[in-house]
């Protein structure tokens, strides 16, 4: 009785299933769904290595601090970095002293209170301190940018697919939407050109992004090393600082993973050489009677074969 | 799993396998004690995350504009989280705390010991009373300084004077002076 | 527990005896995993995942308290507590956070072959119906508590999957749309949901850990099942758990805590989705809301239901979603085989391999983002689940000819095994007669 309320049920839901099934592509096969411009047109990320990729990678500090500069200079006008604190600029191969001056010398001062008046009010940064964000809030910063949201970039990184290498193909993938042809030489059509305030992007999901390119001419910062400044290195280098804003640890935990898998591997291999030890005087394999004695084995096999199943 | 190094039980060995019963132990040991010491290293980072974090330890160090304290007056601030009372003594005070004989005190410090060299003046403690904790009355302007003109504690009484030791009631240490120093005349940087 | 050759426990340390006395926990570990628990011999490695479960149970629960010191169950803080401060600032956090991130995707990895173990090899079969029973409900506990760990972070996945999931509620009539609120405390995920979640997620690990003693208390009454399906017989069918099984379950163990650890440590965000990398927003939603992939499967039924039927389609697929999961404690009375072991079940074990396919493909169509030809994959899917379950095992469970099953488990001479064994020489060969067990 059960089985059969079961069985019902069950094919209940199979019709139920079938009906959708075939409704549905009844409905495709009569409206094709067209593609969408923005799947059609939308590109993965570019190749591009970085030097923390890959399970050893590690930062490279010399490009890490190039990109913290490109972030300074270019980036914090829009975008905050409000997870990170002066302090950590430290991984970076800063001392004390110079993040001391970064943090006070760092544009935007971190809100605080006037001790006589108790009135709001703003002081220079200290290295405990958060890098203070361009934008009170997030109205602030809409209002500034006609009402897109910059985000912010401390976890960007994570926060996208494809990471580092998307956040590199978005800064150097800006094109111009009229004369831009994709792979098979198709023109963007109308609806997916940009409006006035958008720019086109084709490594962004929507093609369209409110955010200008922030990277237009080479030598738009000064590298303090004397490294070229072209688009890409500059694009290549924040793109790696962002890499790390987002893992500052990456490095102990390769290193740690490192340790953990070789012990893992050396318990691995101790526990089996233990456990096949323990068990050579014990009867590992089935050793039947009955039906699965070799003899039997044989009868069974016949018996299978008349059944008409294999083996 | 196996929690004790046991030689493999079933069929009873026999005694000829003497060399063999102590390398089978052997592995046994191996194996179950380098897994242990892999357990005791995973327990590492259980405990380790307990300890102050990064963003705690960035506020280990204060630093504190006296430029507006004026002689007589004091100020109470924070560090790590605790209240801080920064006293500039009047030279009647200064006076007061060098007069009192060692013997009198229950922990014995001088003025000078608990000051830094050429700014006697300056008495920067924990506005902590070291009985139960309590912070002590007597730093801002209006408030009862007890009988020996420094600190009181209204929770049991502790009285202490004005360098800040202890004279009267159930503290048993002076006021703690934390470590601190003049990054310039009007600036101190405590921790 | 239940065999009369199981040894009984023997306190050879004066203390263990001392507390045995007193208090007969000894005693009870040692007849539960000790020497005194006879088990099948032949137990093959499908039969360690329970006890894998059983670890990862443990990780979540140690690393979860102490991610629980330094969690802000605020909507403003939980975001920052999670990635600034245990990510960044407390020594070792990052390493807590991702054990436990990638500690619930292999708990419910080795969970999912404990289940298909149990389905092939008819555990669920009398005697043992409550173990598979009370191993659904530890499994209903996971999703519970599954779906509220993942809310804590506050990210977007983490508040539009809340809203989703607590949305299936409303598409009951009448009394969904208040269940649903009740549930959130709001009319949307808010700081109400948010604390009860973390209360709730804290207290359910808790729960499954007792209902996990139920279960196993439960299996050691009759006892291990095993490959074959046939019952022990005599003492040559068994070995005691300690050290033979201790001993296999410790080396795989470290083989899949490697893989474990190399998640956690070079992967560790491969198995979770970016946009939970976005502090959530109320007023945007992601592209594609998907679960975690534990839940894949599910969703795929879920839906798969696109058409009204007399219902609405939306309540159909949270019905069919529900049903997947309530029809399996129904399992011991639709397949009534007296055979339990698929390995002697022809017909059935091919049906049991175009399960596995289904559920992987139902996986599959779960995560990926809408397509004509995916949803119409799922609904094919979805309906093969349904008609496995319901309709084709009780069909084969009737009609089949198993093949003839072994008399018992196995004879005790020891002949031919010493070459596979002690691979360092540690025991010379042995020729002709042993001891016999017992």
């Given at each position: 009785m059960l089985r059969f309320i079961l069985g019902f049920i069950g094919a209940l839901f199979a019709a139920v299933l079938l009906i959708s099934f075939f409704s549905n592509l009844a409905t495709y096969f009569q409206n094709p769904p067209a593609p969408l411009a923005a799947e059609e047109f939308h590109r993965e990320h570019k190749e591009v290595h970085f030097?923390?990729?890959?399970?050893?990678g590690k930062f490279d500090k010399a490009q890490l601090q190039r990109g913290f500069q490109v972030y300074s200079e270019v980036c914090s006008a829009c975008h905050s970095?409000?997870?990170?604190?002066?302090?950590?600029?430290?991984?970076?191969?800063?001392n004390d002293a110079e993040i001391k001056k970064i943090a006070s010398d760092w544009k935007t001062q971190v809100p605080s209170i006037n001790p006589d008046t108790g009135e709001p009010a703003t002081r220079k940064a200290l290295p405990s301190d958060t890098f203070p964000a361009p934008f009170a809030n997030e109205t602030a910063a809409r209002a500034a940018n006609n009402n897109a949201l910059p985000p912010d970039l401390s976890l960007i990184t994570k926060a996208r697919e494809g990471g580092a290498a998307y956040v590199y193909s978005l800064l150097t993938g800006y094109r111009n939407a009229d004369t831009y042809r994709d792979e098979k030489g198709r023109a963007v059509p109308a609806e997916a050109k940009p409006t006035p305030g958008l720019h086109f992007n084709p490594y962004f999901a929507n093609l369209n992004l409110a955010m200008p390119p922030p990277l237009v001419s080479d030598g738009q910062v000064t590298y303090a090393d004397g490294t070229k400044p072209t688009v890409d290195q500059m694009a290549k280098d924040v793109s790696a600082f962002l890499a790390w804003t987002a893992e500052p640890n990456l490095e102990s935990r390769h290193a740690a993973g490192l340790a953990v898998a070789i012990f893992l591997l050396i318990a691995c291999i101790l526990g089996y050489l233990a456990y096949q030890q323990i068990w050579y005087e014990a009867k590992r394999s089935v050793r039947v009677t009955g039906a699965l004695d070799p003899e039997n084995q044989a009868k069974s096999r016949r018996a299978k074969a008349k059944q008409g199943v294999a083996g | 799993m196996a929690t004790k190094a046991q030689s493999a039980e079933g069929p009873a060995t026999t005694g000829s396998d003497g060399d063999g019963v102590r390398r089978r132990d052997f592995l046994n040991v191996a194996a179950v004690s380098f897994a242990g010491v892999g357990a005791v290293a995973a327990l590492a980072p259980l405990f380790v995350q307990?300890?102050?974090?990064a963003d705690v330890l960035a506020l280990a160090t204060t630093e504190v504009d006296i430029s507006k304290v004026q002689s007589g007056q004091g100020i109470k601030t924070q560090w790590r989280k605790q209240p801080v009372f920064i006293r500039n003594l009047t030279p009647k005070e200064i006076a007061e705390a060098n007069a009192v004989p060692l013997s009198d005190l229950r922990d014995p410090q001088t003025l000078a010991e608990r000051t830094k060299p050429g700014k006697a003046n300056w008495l920067i403690t924990l506005g902590v009373c070291t009985h139960l904790g309590c912070v002590p009355l007597g730093i801002s302007e209006g408030e009862n300084k007890g009988p020996y003109g420094g600190y009181f504690c209204p929770c049991h009484g502790s009285m202490y004077d004005t360098a800040a030791r202890i004279r009267q009631g159930p503290a048993p240490k002076n006021l703690e002076v934390p470590e601190y120093k003049f990054t310039s005349p009007t600036t101190v940087q405590i921790g | 527990m239940s065999f009369h050759w199981a040894k009984p426990y023997e306190p050879k340390n004066s203390f263990m005896r001392w507390l045995d006395e007193r208090l007969p926990l000894p005693r009870l570990v040692y007849g539960a995993i000790g020497g005194g628990y006879p088990v099948p011999r032949n137990l093959n490695y499908f039969w360690n995942f329970g006890v894998l479960a059983g670890i990862f149970l443990t990780i979540q629960i140690i690393t979860g308290i102490v991610l629980a010191m330094h969690f802000y169950a605020t909507t403003d803080g939980a975001f920052n507590s999670v990635n600034q401060l245990i990510m960044r600032d407390v020594n070792a956090g990052w390493l807590l956070r991702y054990a436990h991130m990638n500690g619930a995707s292999f708990f419910f990895l080795v969970t999912y072959i404990h289940i298909f173990r149990g389905l092939y090899y008819g555990s669920y079969k009398a005697p043992r119906e409550l173990v598979w029973m009370l191993g659904l409900v530890i499994y209903l506990l996971m999703m519970a508590t599954g779906f509220m760990g993942y809310v804590l972070p506050w990210g977007q996945m983490s508040y539009w999957g809340a809203q989703v999931i607590t949305g299936?509620?409303?598409?009951?009539?009448?009394?969904g749309e208040p269940i649903r609120v009740w549930l959130l405390g709001g009319y949307a995920p808010d700081q109400a949901a948010l604390t009860r979640f973390f209360s709730l997620h804290y207290l359910l690990p808790f729960v499954i850990a007792g209902v996990v003693i139920l279960h196993i208390w439960a299996l050691h009454i009759p006892g291990s099942g095993n490959p074959t399906g046939v019952d022990v017989k005599?003492?040559?069918d068994t070995l005691p758990f300690h050290p033979f099984y201790t001993a296999k379950d410790g080396w795989f163990a470290a083989a899949i805590l490697l893989a474990y650890a190399l998640v956690t440590y070079f992967a560790p965000d491969y198995l979770g989705h970016p946009d939970n990398y976005i502090q959530a927003n109320p007023l945007a939603t992601p592209a594609h809301i998907v679960p975690e992939w534990y839940f894949w499967p599910f969703y795929a039924i879920l839906r798969s239901f696109t058409v009204d039927f007399i219902l609405p389609a939306k309540l159909w697929g949270v019905l069919a979603m529900f049903a997947s999961i309530l029809l399996l404690f129904f399992l011991p009375w639709l397949d009534k085989s007296p055979v339990r072991s698929g390995s002697y079940r022809p017909v059935f074990k091919r049906f049991f391999w175009l399960l596995v396919l289904d559920v992987l493909i139902l996986g599959y169509i779960g995560g990926a983002p809408i397509n004509w030809w995916r949803v119409a994959l799922g609904q094919f899917a979805s309906a093969y689940y349904f008609i496995h379950f319901l309709v084709i095992l009780p069909l084969v469970s009737a009609f089949e000819t198993p093949l003839p099953l072994p008399s018992s488990i196995s004879e005790s001479v020891l002949h031919g095994e010493t070459q596979e064994a002690a691979p360092l020489g540690q025991n010379k060969p042995r020729r002709g007669s042993t001891a016999t067990a017992g």
């Open positions: 030097a923390s990729d890959g399970p050893f970095l409000k997870m990170v604190s002066f302090r950590e600029l430290k991984a970076l191969g800063y | 307990m300890a102050p974090s | 299936f509620f409303s598409a009951f009539p009448l009394v005599s003492e040559r």
